[in-house]
């Protein structure tokens, strides 16, 4: 095998196990709420964003027969639908559950249908996917935000999973490499928001590192 041939198959690697990495982390949810039979302290949207954001990818990764896309999206959506279920197993308010489940399936019924039964051209079906994806994405890398400005507010970094953080970071510098690769910037930009996060975050945990977050609460008590 050619150089450049083992550098691609080792980047590819790297996108598979460090998103599925990333993904993995929801099971110490899934594991709390086994063994407390309750849903305190897991937030229910990340696992359904992320659900819909994998089959989103999905569908590129078939049009594109990206082989590479298709795994590691096809691992994700099984998961986060075993976090979904989970959650609505031990969710004393379903109906709230199955209303935000069933708006953003609602939501995702809709592009499908526009992506594959009113775009013809099988070209511009790949650009207007490629796009929601990288739009719904983005959305989702920037959704805590709220939670950065949070912790410089409080300084504190309890809301955030330091293992998760380092698999964000790495699972989004090798997607965004691996898409440079490729020429798809449907790719490649989208995870530029999330290596940019993930190193914020960084820079959190190394100013209000955990025993210096717990001493702080103490004193707020």
């Not at 990340?46 to 027969?65: E, H, I, Q, R």
């Amino acid at each position: 095998m050619e150089a450049g041939g083992v550098a691609d198959s080792l980047l590819s690697g790297a996108c598979v196990i460090f998103t599925l990495a990333m993904f993995s982390t929801g099971l110490s949810d899934l594991r709390h709420m086994q063994m407390t039979r309750s849903v305190d302290s897991v937030q229910f949207l990340p696992f359904l964003t992320t659900d819909v954001n994998n089959l989103g990818w999905l569908s590129y990764g078939v049009l594109k027969a990206d082989w590479t896309i298709i795994v590691v999206n096809t691992v994700g959506a099984v998961l986060q639908t075993l976090y979904i279920l989970a959650y609505l197993h031990y969710c004393p308010q379903k109906r709230v559950v199955l209303l935000q489940t069933a708006t953003l399936l609602g939501v995702l019924l809709v592009g499908y249908g526009y992506f594959w039964l009113l775009t013809a051209d099988s070209e511009a079906r790949l650009q207007h996917l490629g796009l929601f994806c990288s739009v719904f994405t983005i959305s989702m890398y920037l959704s805590p935000l709220a939670d950065l400005a949070k912790a410089i507010q409080t300084k504190s970094t309890h809301r955030f999973s330091f293992s998760l953080t380092i698999a964000t970071l790495l699972s989004s510098a090798s997607w965004s490499l691996y898409g440079f690769q490729l020429s798809d910037p449907y790719i490649t930009v989208p995870n530029l928001p999330g290596i940019l996060t993930s190193f914020i975050r960084l820079w959190l945990f190394w100013k209000y590192p955990p025993a210096q977050d717990r001493n702080y609460q103490h004193l707020q008590t």
